[in-house]
């Protein structure tokens, strides 16, 4: 029993790094259409959003591909088996348009030690050239963070520029597949405080086809109290631990 309650305590008061792992339920709402946002709250995380930006010149944004965003993990993997949140568009009206993430952190501090994975940025040269661009942190007083940003190596189906700077982008350069961890692009931001994390996904090819990324599952330190949605669970297994407890003291009591 104190080993439960030990456990259990842990989860409530996270003050280590954590793990995020996308969870399948409830479903991630259906993909924006031009020009609207769609956001998803998650316990022990804050909150996902995406945006559907359209190209400037035309007012016309990307078109998704049904059942999308979801997470699961038999789309794209990066060489894993664990769930990412899966994003797939069947169109970008021009390579000017794009799907903007933002991944909050619901936490009063917001989060250090932050890393995640991009799952399957290629390039098919008939179809789609992934391009993940303008990857930054964003401090709780809205400063913006370089991003570390890393490929798997020589057998990377994209290449980085800018890593370290504002400009961090990750663009595609030959094909992957979905299952091979070769079109993985790790995104870090080492001890920065950030409250959330931006990225932008283009279609750089002049075909623009379906195209498809994941994102992994998020490492980091929340720091500071955990806003309601995110708390929400984290009270819950404090209101066990209090039965738990409770239930002892009754005991102890009885054999008085």
Not at 58 to 82: D, E, I
Not at 95 to 101: E, G, L, M, T, Y
Not at 109 to 138: C, H, M, R
Request: glycine share 14%; proline share 4%; charged share 5%.
């Amino acid at each position: 029993m104190v080993l439960t309650i030990a456990v259990l305590l842990s989860i409530a008061h996270p003050s280590h790094g954590v793990v995020f792992n996308w969870s399948t339920t409830p479903a991630f709402p259906a993909g924006p259409t031009t020009g609207n946002t769609v956001s998803m709250p998650y316990a022990g995380l804050g909150s996902v959003t995406i945006s559907n930006v359209a190209d400037a010149g035309t007012g016309v944004g990307g078109t998704w591909q049904a059942g999308f965003p979801v997470v699961n993990n038999s789309t794209t993997t990066g060489g894993g088996a664990s769930n990412g949140l899966q994003l797939s568009i069947t169109n970008q009206s021009t390579v000017n348009s794009f799907i903007k993430v933002s991944i909050n952190f619901g936490y009063t501090g917001g989060a250090t030690n932050v890393s995640l994975v991009i799952w399957d940025v290629d390039f098919n040269s008939t179809q789609f050239q992934d391009k993940i661009a303008n990857i930054v942190g964003v401090t709780p007083t809205g400063t913006l963070v370089a991003a570390t940003v890393t490929n798997v190596g020589a057998g990377a189906t994209n290449t980085i520029t800018g890593s370290g700077t504002l400009t961090a982008t990750a663009t595609g350069t030959s094909t992957n597949t979905n299952t091979s961890a070769n079109g993985n692009v790790t995104i870090s931001f080492g001890a920065a405080t950030i409250q959330s994390i931006q990225f932008q996904w283009f279609d750089s090819n002049g075909t623009r086809n379906t195209q498809q990324i994941g994102i992994s599952p998020i490492t980091f330190t929340p720091i500071g109290s955990a806003t309601p949605e995110v708390g929400s669970s984290f009270a819950a297994l404090g209101i066990c631990v209090g039965v738990i407890g409770l239930g002892r003291r009754r005991r102890r009591e009885s054999q008085e």
